[in-house]
């Protein structure tokens, strides 16, 4: 949500920059900005797409080493030219670009009016750069100091990086739960939101931590401050992320790369962690506090979109297998009530960005309430791995699309590998079962694979049938209803279809009154436990003339004769089958809005990472 680019150094900023900005385009954003300094502040903004922008302001004069770019999803103000980023001061001598939200922007809007500041646009971000403007008139502060004065006066969250006409060798930059990333090259500087346009350029970044101020400058070592003006040692971290991992190699669009990478990416999440011939899982943010996990009244899985699917999931696998009572809380409400969360509570934040603002403000919580903490993220280096007491990353690659693929069967995965450690370890499970499951699990990416190669073409064909379709419905029992809510989820952010996951059993609990001719109705039909209640589901839809397009597992027959559409997965045990379930349901949702003229990559609206609430 917003993204973040700046550079300073030898060579040209502007292309830097509007490259820099393409790679964030997956986080989502309506308007788009560069400043350039050279001797003069040249401000570039534009409605839009990025492209827009590079097309307006290439044929200017954008000659300049120091700059910052900004894509910004509008909170405060309409998207439009005057309200995008950068944002100047009132002498035209600052410029800044923020990710946030500034919470007392009223106030300090009315009293810096009173002092004669006169606003253009209608954002909190305009605010923050007169405040800084008014403490550096009015105390003769140098940029850091009235950046980090300002700082203290604000309210909100922010990423913010300003530069200054009259010291055109230097960038401040600062951020409180919002990420900002400093990438150090050859006697050169970036700063982004994240890794992703750094890395073409250098490995070696360093990560802010909350409320610090970064002061980068030319022939200079970066130096950092706390808001407290305490001086800090910054880490510098070697990212191991290569440039093609960010590109679409041949795909249309990331999300069907990511799609197809699911087999190695579940792979990868398992590797080292797992040995069934041994009959072993290895987590070391498990291992590290056994004795919490093992003695836990309870787990609480926080997360939000996607992440809380994975999670209701992680219920079902926790309490089945290692008999731990699991509560699944939506990050955002966790946070805005008064829990009870206890020392003997394990708390698990789920995110892929590592960076959403509700997960993270849960967490804070939790840690002030004495509860160990573990995070499950994908990005290295991001907020809720440095905020957790232990975790595990899901190492399933940079994922541009918005709408989660990958990381979702990389969450599940791990949560499924985390079940089972805590399962043998509370000697819950028997060893035959364990044994199988592990086996099982080892030869899932091989199914995957085999879900992708099989079922492509019938699911192209599908879509085709109910493209211009209003509404639809999912329906899945255990494991299985909160792939229905995935489904619907994807099918929603990305073809703007209205769609409802449910658990079948209580389609007759109000939906059924939807059901007709009109009415698509998915059913995730893979369960053994409850074969016959399931077939009885879909004879309810049949009877009032629903279209039903079933998941089956490969040689069902009777299903095969009652639905419209059937797909087939291999068959595995039912704690795994949301890993192979799932799979045509991304496709599915993917064709559809293919089809619907949608981009599927960037869908309206949608930011990939919620850095702000």
């Not at 400043?35 to 401000?43: D, F, M, R, T």
């Not at 004669?116 to 209608?122: A, N």
């Not at 995730?524 to 009885?536: F, L, V």
Request: hydrophobic fraction near 40%.
């Amino acid at each position: 949500m917003c993204g973040i680019v700046a550079y300073l150094g030898k060579k040209e900023a502007f292309p830097i920059i509007i490259n820099g900005l393409k790679r964030l385009e997956y986080r989502g954003y309506d308007s788009t900005g560069i400043a350039i300094l050279n001797n003069e502040l040249k401000v570039f903004k534009k409605a839009g797409k990025v492209s827009d922008l590079e097309a307006y302001a290439s044929p200017l004069d954008t000659i300049g080493n120091i700059g910052i770019g900004h894509t910004r999803w509008a909170t405060h103000g309409k998207p439009n030219d005057t309200n995008a980023h950068p944002h100047k001061s009132g002498n035209s001598r600052l410029a800044l670009v923020h990710n946030g939200i500034i919470e007392n922007y009223k106030y300090l809007k009315s009293a810096l009016k009173e002092l004669g500041h006169h606003f253009d646009s209608e954002t909190d971000t305009e605010v923050l750069v007169h405040l800084i403007e008014e403490l550096q008139k009015r105390d003769d502060l140098s940029l850091e100091d009235a950046v980090r004065e300002a700082l203290t006066r604000v309210v909100g969250a922010y990423a913010i990086v300003v530069i200054d006409k009259d010291n055109p060798t230097k960038i401040v930059a600062a951020r409180k739960d919002s990420p900002l990333v400093i990438g150090i090259g050859n006697e050169e500087y970036y700063l982004a939101s994240d890794a992703t346009p750094l890395i073409e350029y250098t490995k070696k970044m360093i990560y802010l931590n909350e409320e610090e101020i970064a002061v980068v400058e030319l022939g200079k070592p970066i130096e950092v401050k706390s808001i407290d003006n305490i001086i800090q040692s910054p880490t510098i971290q070697e990212v191991d992320m290569n440039i093609e991992e960010l590109e679409k190699g041949g795909y249309d669009y990331f999300m069907m790369k990511e799609i197809h990478q699911q087999p190695a990416t579940v792979a990868d999440c398992m590797r080292g962690r797992i040995n069934a011939e041994e009959g072993w899982v290895h987590l070391g943010g498990v291992n590290q506090y056994e004795g919490k996990f093992t003695n836990a009244s309870r787990i609480i899985m926080a997360a939000c979109g996607t992440s809380w699917h994975s999670a209701l999931i992680g219920e079902y696998l926790f309490e089945e297998l290692a008999r731990i009572p699991v509560e699944v809380e939506y990050a955002s409400e966790l946070r805005y009530r008064n829990p009870v969360l206890t020392e003997n509570d394990v708390v698990i934040a789920i995110s892929q960005s590592g960076e959403t603002a509700d997960t993270l403000s849960a967490l804070r919580l939790a840690k002030e309430r004495g509860a160990l903490t573990y995070g499950i993220v994908n990005v290295v280096g991001s907020s809720i791995a440095r905020l957790t007491d232990a975790g595990s990353y899901i190492h399933a690659g940079p994922e541009i699309g918005v709408a989660s693929t990958k990381a979702f069967t990389g969450q599940v995965t791990l949560l499924t590998l985390m079940a089972l450690k805590l399962a043998k370890l509370r000697n819950t499970i028997s060893e035959d079962y364990y044994r199988q499951l592990l086996f099982e699990l080892k030869v899932i990416p091989k199914k995957i694979s085999q879900v992708l190669s099989q079922n492509e073409a019938h699911i192209k064909y599908i879509a085709n049938e109910i493209k211009d379709k209003t509404n639809a419905l999912y329906l899945g029992r255990g494991y299985n209803f909160p792939v229905a809510l995935e489904g619907a989820l994807k099918l929603k952010e990305i073809s703007y279809i209205h769609a409802e996951g449910y658990p079948a059993a209580e389609m007759k609990h109000g939906p059924i009154a939807l059901i007709d001719e009109n009415m698509p109705v998915f059913v995730i039909a893979t369960n053994k436990s409850a074969y016959e209640k399931i077939i009885s589901n879909i004879q309810e839809v049949k009877a009032r003339k629903g279209y039903v397009i079933a998941i089956v597992i490969e040689g069902e027959k009777t299903i095969s004769e009652i639905a419209d559409h059937v797909i087939e997965i291999p068959d595995t045990v039912e704690p795994l089958v949301p890993l192979l379930s799932v799979i045509p349901l991304q496709l599915l949702s993917y064709y559809i809005a293919i089809l619907r003229g949608c981009n599927v990559d960037q869908p309206r609206n949608l930011a990939k990472s919620v850095t702000v609430e």
